[in-house]
């Protein structure tokens, strides 16, 4: 994956789990970093400073992605800031709550779309003109497995959010092919992330752990490589619409 040497990459929610380990990810291998968070400035600092360490050029932008306008000026300052952007991975996302349907009203329903799909949305539409520019681009979404078995008990809307994610992301592929753009996603299983805290009981994580052939949650870091595949020209050049699984053996295609 030498190519992705020197490629300016905004990964949104990096600041902890999938999105910081991607992060550090793609600065090992000469990336230029734009690390992004909302409300965790200092540690997404932290995570820029570890990219710094392996002497690639790393910045810290603060955006709510659930707010279309704070999503259009972080690609306007990423761009500012770099010059380009060759790779978008939007992994910004939560659970945010376990709710059934009929305990779920309209302010948490909204919630749960917007900062999961409708940031997604939001951000391939601000960066889609910057690629075209170039004639090239990568974006890599995050999905989820839940996207398949509409998740576990009370994270249904999540997981529908997430079902939006995989197949927008085959349409935005075959819209953008002709420019030069891969679009594909990652799908993880159940991984051992901040995103579980105060959502997820133990008990339930422990059921979790126990459907998993390999009998363990996922790391994030294992997630990565995945994602700088999809992002690799390199290795992936004919790759486009797909969704990789990474969740231990769970779901199998």
Same mark, same amino acid.
């Given at each position: ?6 490629? *300016? ?14 992060? #550090? ?5 000469? /990336? ?9 400035? /200092? &540690?997404? =600092?932290?995570? /820029? ?7 690639? $050029?790393?910045?810290?932008?603060? %955006? ?6 704070? *999503?259009?000026?972080?690609? %306007?300052? *990423?761009? %500012?800031?770099?010059?380009?952007? $060759? *790779? ?19 302010? !948490? @329903? ?11 949305? /939001?951000?391939?539409?601000? =960066? @889609?003109? !910057? ?7 990568? @974006? =890599?979404?995050?999905?989820? &497995? +839940? ?9 249904? !809307? ?14 935005? %592929?075959?819209? #953008? ?5 891969? =679009?594909? +996603? ?18 339930? !994580? +422990? ?9 363990? #949650? ?7 490589? +995945? ?23 769970? @779901?199998?295609?």
């Amino acid at each position: 994956m030498k190519d992705l040497s020197n490629k *300016v990459v905004l990964v949104t929610g990096s600041s902890s789990g999938i999105g910081a380990a991607v992060a #550090l990810a793609f600065a090992r291998w000469g /990336a230029r970093v734009a690390v992004h968070c909302n409300a965790r400035k /200092a &540690q997404a =600092v932290e995570i /820029a400073e570890q990219c710094r360490g392996y002497g690639v $050029d790393a910045d810290v932008f603060q %955006a709510d992605v659930a707010d279309t306008a704070a *999503v259009q000026r972080l690609a %306007a300052d *990423v761009q %500012a800031r770099f010059g380009r952007i $060759d *790779v978008v991975v939007n992994n910004a996302g939560s659970i945010v709550q376990r709710a059934l349907l009929a305990e779920a009203d309209d302010a !948490l @329903i909204e919630r749960i779309f917007r900062l999961n799909a409708g940031s997604m949305l /939001a951000l391939n539409r601000a =960066v @889609i003109p !910057l690629m075209r520019a170039q004639k090239s681009g990568a @974006i =890599v979404n995050m999905t989820s &497995q +839940a996207a398949r078995t509409g998740g576990s008990n009370g994270s249904g !809307l999540y997981a529908s959010t997430k079902a939006y994610i995989s197949t927008y992301t085959r349409a935005l %592929a075959k819209e #953008l092919v002709a420019d030069g753009i891969r =679009v594909n +996603a990652v799908a993880p299983g159940v991984i051992d992330t901040p995103i579980h805290d105060g959502i997820t009981s133990p008990e339930l !994580l +422990a059921q979790l752990r126990e459907s998993v052939p390999m009998k363990r #949650l996922g790391r994030a870091d294992e997630c990565a490589g +995945a994602v700088l595949f999809l992002a690799s020209e390199e290795l992936a050049s004919y790759v486009t619409g797909q969704i990789i699984e990474v969740n231990g053996g769970q @779901i199998m295609p």
